[in-house]
T-cell receptor
């Protein structure tokens, strides 16, 4: 079956450092991979996505890397700020179409001053 | 735009009672999704609609759960009868119609349901 998982449940970083959140996926047929951020008491918020025919995509302070060989996805946050503290989910768009997403378990990012 | 609107934000009920959660998607979005989030199971897709039509309800846990979308601006998720294990945060999300591609899903603030 299709599944998305995360290596680390909690990541603690110092303010100003770079953060790397990792994710493993199992379905090689997935065509989109997405990162969402969820702050306490709020719904998930889209950060960045990457299509399966790409291996890197950059946004504002964030970079997503896709390694299809080992089915690995990562989110890099540059110069991590206290406002980045949240739970981060990777998700894959299920093969077969439409907009159905399968979410991973989530990684909590704690940024310390 | 106000974003996806969900009501109520919090619901506390007793086992056996009927619970109705409501969602107003972003205007112009044709796809609507209902998710459930728990510590044990994470974020699970329950059902989604395209153009008010249910496309995939394989995530609906059992017959006690039902969802409707009578028009493009309103959807409900009903649990009857409710059980303590239904306690969770329920999210509604909407997106433009993606067809076979992908479009960003916009999540509402969620409804925290507690069944005693």
């Amino acid at each position: 079956g299709e599944s998305v998982g995360l290596h680390l449940p909690t990541l603690s970083v110092q303010e100003g450092d770079n953060s790397i959140i990792n994710c493993a996926y199992s379905n090689s047929a997935s065509d989109y991979f997405i990162w969402y951020k969820q702050e306490s008491g709020k719904g998930p918020q889209f950060i960045i996505d990457i299509r399966s025919n790409m291996d890197k995509r950059q946004g504002q302070r964030v970079t997503v890397l896709l390694n299809k060989t080992v089915k690995h996805l990562s989110l890099q946050i540059a110069a991590t700020q206290p406002g980045d503290s949240a739970v981060y989910f990777c998700a894959e768009k299920a093969s077969g179409g439409y907009n159905k997403l399968i979410f991973g378990a989530g990684t909590r990012l704690a940024v310390h001053p | 735009d106000a974003g996806v609107i969900q009501s109520p934000r919090h619901e506390v009920t007793e086992m056996g009672q009927e619970v109705t959660l409501r969602c107003k998607p972003i205007s112009g979005h044709n796809s609507l999704f209902w998710y459930r989030q728990t510590m044990m199971r994470g974020l699970e897709l329950l059902i989604y609609f395209n153009n008010n039509v249910p496309i995939d309800d394989s995530g609906m846990p059992e017959d006690r759960f039902s969802a409707k979308m009578p028009n493009a601006s309103f959807s409900t998720l009903k649990i009857q009868p409710s059980e303590p294990r239904d306690s969770a945060v329920y999210f509604c999300a909407s997106s433009p119609l993606a067809g076979m591609g992908y479009n960003e899903q916009f999540f509402g603030p969620g409804t925290r349901l507690t069944v005693l």
